[in-house]
């Protein structure tokens, strides 16, 4: 056992610590009457099918890339072909576009593998829903959720394919690019 | 088909069979531990573990190698990167694929912030198992989790989610450093050394805390070598392994740090290895940011549709010094975009072993000290 | 005045006063530990019911227990079941009964009040034997028979450092305790009373399962211990049951060491006596949120090596020092 100066000092030490947090001013943020910053590469919002700010066309052409590299499972695509569109990105569209959020765990490899930023993830904070349902992200709701990222594009996370594709570039920081397997 | 068997634990006259099962709050996770008391002292104690089984090798054989690195970060859940960086480390074994030296550097970077957080949350727990939910424990708990949330909120800048944050691909890293984040690891990294006394006064400092694990689950060289424990466990019992030393990876050939040991084998001297661990972390992220090497980050073309990564036929093995110890992917290949056989050689399921061996002679106290030394995550141990 | 306070009226009117009090002071008691320890742990604590500072909570979690299913498992004693919260309510709260507020004004002013009240508190581990064998569960057995061992070794000292008041002032009636003190309180006495003072504290924390000696009601070893079976208003009153017996020890501590109700005359005798009990609750919530628990064979050791001798000794001086006056 150790001494009794031991044992006396060292509670004494550990109380003194507690005492002097108690007049320190609490860490907690009192969510929801103060809600906290949420960073611009936030993954933990929602998802969002986007619109072409320039033309208002949609962006996603139906190439199911996301759909074959999710790990979970979750997305569901189907193409058709339509009228060519006029930013040059071809003439094929989504049919239906499925995302089950429930099972969803934010690796955000959907978002990396997309060839023209159609998907993308919202920095909204998600208010929960009632039913099972409302995770159920259909067609529709990604496409609502890309129109108001046309309205309010700070919404968008700041990690899109093209920023994230920018990041993995092979020839990043090299003065000029290399051959790599 | 028969109905479940009941389950019958065959105990002696004057013993107490108790189960500290599934559901408890010190067993950190689902751990059954079949315990024969007589009176307070343990004589016998029986792990069960399986509850947490989510078969993630066998999923592993379903999806392709592209896809699979965020799944392996829900195994060890703690420190998710050591999980997928020992694995992206034996795909890029298996495949022969270079990794530029900065995406090496990250990926330590990112490995070294969350072996802090994990010894963080290790050291709050210990305290709630010491302490009890309603009791001083609590308060180790709040301040080390309070350390914890500022580097949580840091991944969250860097990534864009707190822990899983899927960093590590085949072929490279994801996110990189710029100037700003890289000052924001630094200013972290100092403050959280400032807060590092504090912790040791409530807990190393203690003399409650160290009566309570002084002399505790005392484990020899020679039983710890027997049993295979790993990693901070084996390293108090005076055995000096560290796979960042031993079987270097990503940038540790590189990286000056120590390899922190002790002899005495006990609960105290696991606190103390975890610690002084956390403390070298501390400086090891400082050291990383200061060095870190320019270049690209991902040597591979951009990522398609993953089953075109096919690998050659054959089996690699590559594993990463997690907070728990040496994790070890064993990838067997076909030739195809998906793996033969994935085996993962989890540090908790090895240092569990000795849980048979340490708890008789003690008390149930001695129990939830023990197990908060060891350091289990249950999704490690179970997959 | 004097009517209401004199005979069989006056005993019922002071003690439903006494009671009132006693349970609200015990409902904000828990408020106040929150408070307390969420400080102590860098939080806020409760602050939304009952906005700003949640002083609403206290009912909240009272309503909640109420209305939550009331569960008696099949195989236990279903006698000894339900009088295991009973007997440690209402014991802690018959300590109330022998607090004097005032000069000679206590509900019962009895010659030998002061052991009555150390009695009445060790009823209240009775109530904690009584739940944890009829849970007929292993985790409250294993707390029962921890209670056996700390309660039987820790009364011995709290019994001997509580000797130091009766001596010093010669007698066992509290109302004349607090009379006593009168020049200087006991905890003021070089040495003798600070020294009893401290023994009883930490038995104090032992007999009202707080860490560090909180081993009974050990959370993280045995779950909730002695009360895991029990649910909605049985819990309630062990919860609030668990509260009375810490106050009601504060108050004893208050009133033999602290001078019970004697002040300075601007406020009166009983705002004293509820504030010194506060701050030696708050004492020991500051004690019960900072250390870690002790293993019951490191307390039982203390108890019978340090603590036992420590007290024995300290009585030995008192007596010398009463007899040589």
């Not at chain 2, 972290?188 to 807060?195: E, G, Y």
């Not at chain 3, 309510?89 to 002061?114: N, R």
Request: glycine share 8%.
């Amino acid at each position: 056992m150790p001494s009794l100066g031991t044992i006396v000092f060292g509670t004494l030490q550990t109380m003194g610590m507690t005492l002097r947090a108690a007049f320190r001013r609490g860490n907690t943020v009192p969510y929801p009457r103060k809600k906290r910053r949420v960073p611009g590469q936030w993954r933990a919002g929602s998802f969002a099918l986007t619109f072409d700010p320039a033309t208002g066309e949609e962006n996603c052409i139906g190439c199911r890339l996301c759909e074959y590299i999710c790990p979970s499972e979750i997305i569901t695509v189907s193409l058709r072909k339509g009228e060519p569109r006029k930013n040059g990105i071809g003439a094929t569209f989504c049919d239906a576009f499925v995302l089950d959020y429930q099972a969803c765990m934010q690796c955000e490899l959907c978002i990396q593998v997309c060839p023209t930023d159609a998907i993308v993830m919202t920095r909204a904070l998600a208010p929960a829903v009632r039913s099972r349902n409302g995770l159920l992200l259909t067609k529709e709701r990604l496409m609502d959720n890309g129109q108001a990222l046309l309205a309010a594009p700070a919404l968008a996370s700041e990690a899109t394919a093209t920023k994230l594709r920018e990041w993995t570039d092979a020839a990043r920081g090299l003065p000029k690019a290399e051959e790599t397997p | 088909m028969s109905a479940a068997p009941v389950e019958i634990v065959e105990r002696e006259f004057g013993e107490l069979a108790l189960n500290m099962g599934p559901q408890h709050p010190s067993t950190h996770g689902v751990l059954r531990l079949v315990l024969h008391l007589s009176g307070e002292t343990v004589i016998k104690a029986i792990p069960v573990i399986g509850y947490l089984h989510r078969g993630v090798e066998k999923l592993s054989e379903h999806l392709a190698y592209d896809q699979l690195a965020p799944v392996y970060e829900r195994d060890d859940y703690l420190a998710p990167t050591a999980n997928s960086n020992a694995f992206v480390l034996a795909v890029e074994q298996l495949g022969s694929i270079a990794v530029p030296r900065r995406a090496q550097w990250l990926r330590a970077f990112v490995a070294e912030w969350q072996r802090v957080s994990s010894h963080l949350v290790w050291l709050g727990t210990l305290g709630l198992d010491l302490g009890g939910a309603l009791g001083g424990g609590t308060t180790l708990y709040m301040y080390c989790f309070r350390e914890r949330e500022r580097i949580l909120d840091f991944l969250e800048e860097f990534t864009g989610t707190r822990f899983h944050t899927n960093t590590n691909l085949v072929g490279g890293a994801r996110y990189d450093l710029d100037a700003a984040m890289a000052a924001r690891s630094d200013a972290l990294a100092a403050s959280i050394k400032t807060a590092l006394p504090e912790l040791w006064a409530m807990s190393g400092g203690n003399p409650i805390f160290q009566e309570r694990t002084r002399g505790v689950g005392v484990i020899s060289a020679d039983l710890a070598l027997g049993v295979g424990v790993t990693g901070p466990t084996l390293r108090a019992s005076g055995v000096s392994y560290d796979v960042r030393k031993a079987a270097s990876y990503d940038a540790y050939a590189e990286l000056p740090f120590q390899v922190v040991t002790r002899t005495a084998g006990d609960a105290e001297a696991r606190f103390q290895v975890r610690f002084d661990e956390l403390a070298e972390s501390l400086k090891l992220v400082r050291t990383i940011v200061a060095g870190l090497p320019t270049g690209p980050i991902f040597a591979r073309k951009p990522l398609k549709n993953p089953k075109a990564t096919k690998l050659p036929k054959g089996e690699a093995y590559a594993a990463v010094e997690s907070p728990r110890g040496e994790l070890g992917f064993h990838i067997v290949s076909d030739g195809s975009a998906k793996p033969y056989r994935l085996k993962i050689n989890a540090p908790s399921f090895k240092n569990l072993q000795i849980v048979p061996h340490l708890l008789p002679g003690g008390l149930v106290a001695d129990v939830v000290a023990i197990l908060g030394s060891l350091d289990p995550v249950m999704g490690d141990v179970d997959r | 005045m004097s009517a209401l306070t004199t005979g069989w009226l006056g005993a019922v009117v002071l003690s439903a006063t006494v009671l009132g009090v006693a349970m609200t002071i015990v409902a904000y008691l828990t408020w106040l530990e929150r408070k307390v320890a969420a400080r102590m742990q860098n939080r806020i604590g409760p602050y939304e019911v009952g906005f700003p500072h949640g002083w609403l909570q206290p009912l909240a979690d009272v309503v909640k227990l109420i209305i939550k299913e009331d569960i008696t498992p099949r195989a236990a004693d279903r006698i000894l079941f339900n009088l295991g919260p009973l007997l440690v309510v209402v014991p802690a709260l018959t300590g109330f009964a022998f607090i004097p507020i005032a000069k000679g004004l206590a509900i019962v002013d009895h010659a030998y009040s002061f052991l009555f009240f150390t009695a009445f508190a060790s009823l209240t581990l009775l109530g904690v034997f009584a739940a944890g064998w009829s849970s007929n569960n292993k985790y409250a057995l294993l707390s029962a028979l921890r209670m056996v061992a700390m309660a039987a070794s820790y009364e011995v000292p709290m019994i001997l450092a509580l000797l130091i008041p009766a001596l010093l002032s010669g007698s066992f009636q509290l109302t004349e305790v607090v009379e006593a003190q009168r020049g200087l309180w006991f905890i003021g006495y070089p040495l003798v009373g600070q020294v009893a003072f401290l023994i009883f504290l930490i038995c104090a924390l032992a007999e009202g399962n707080k860490s560090p000696l909180d081993i009974l009601d050990a959370e993280s070893e045995l779950i909730a211990a002695y009360n895991v079976e029990y649910s909605g208003i049985k819990f309630a009153l062990f919860y609030a049951g668990e509260y009375a017996h810490t106050l009601a020890i504060c108050a004893l501590a208050a009133t033999v060491f602290l001078g019970g109700y004697l002040g300075p005359a601007f406020l009166p005798g009983f705002v004293w006596l509820a504030a010194k009990c506060l701050v030696l609750f708050v004492v020991i919530l500051w004690i019960r949120w900072s250390l870690m628990r002790l293993r019951i064979d490191q307390a039982i050791r203390i108890n019978w090596m340090i603590l036992l001798p420590a007290a024995l000794v300290n009585v030995l001086i008192a007596a010398f020092w009463v007899v040589g006056r």
